[in-house]
């Protein structure tokens, strides 16, 4: 298809959700706080357009939003990949990828992204439907990886 392999999708490994808090709370103002997030979705490999379907399509999204999970049953990882066509959601989406991304279906399934997004203050600051557009994409790959933990 491409050289698309969602495997080498290592945002993850090279900065960790602490980087990414230690960085937002170091940032000033928002505006700052926003260019910081959309610059991590400019780290994201786009997705192909073959794998833009509707069964990957997020719902409850303001922007378009595709999500692609793989599973290596061997390895007990879950493998993620996020398309958007907004730059800020691409940011977030990013952050969802960098705290989830490469880990055990229990981990995922176990972490707080809640509290993720509290200790930046982040939810606060972006609109209703961004955010809930946020946790409808956290939801999805979080139940993806409960039915897989479970």
């Given at each position: 298809m491409s050289d698309f392999d969602i495997r080498n999708i290592?945002?993850?490994?090279t900065v960790t959700a602490d980087d990414v808090i230690e960085d937002l709370e170091f940032l000033d103002d928002w505006e700052e706080r926003y260019r910081y997030i959309i610059d991590l979705g400019k780290q994201?490999?786009?997705m192909p357009e073959a794998l833009r379907t509707e069964e990957r399509f997020v719902r409850g999204c303001?922007?378009?939003?595709?999500?692609?999970?793989e599973y290596d049953q061997a390895e007990d990882r879950l493998y993620l990949a996020v398309e958007s066509d907004a730059l800020i959601v691409r940011g977030l989406a990013a952050m969802v990828l960098i705290a989830l991304n490469r880990k055990t279906p229990a981990e995922v399934a176990?972490?707080?992204?809640?509290?993720?997004?509290?200790?930046?203050d982040l939810i606060r600051h972006l609109s209703p439907?961004?955010?809930n557009g946020l946790r409808s994409m956290v939801a999805r790959?979080?139940?993806?990886?409960?039915a897989l933990a479970a």
């Open positions: 290592h945002l993850g490994d994201i490999p786009s303001q922007s378009q939003v595709w999500l692609v999970t176990a972490y707080d992204m809640e509290a993720f997004f509290e200790r930046v439907t961004r955010g790959v979080k139940h993806e990886a409960s």
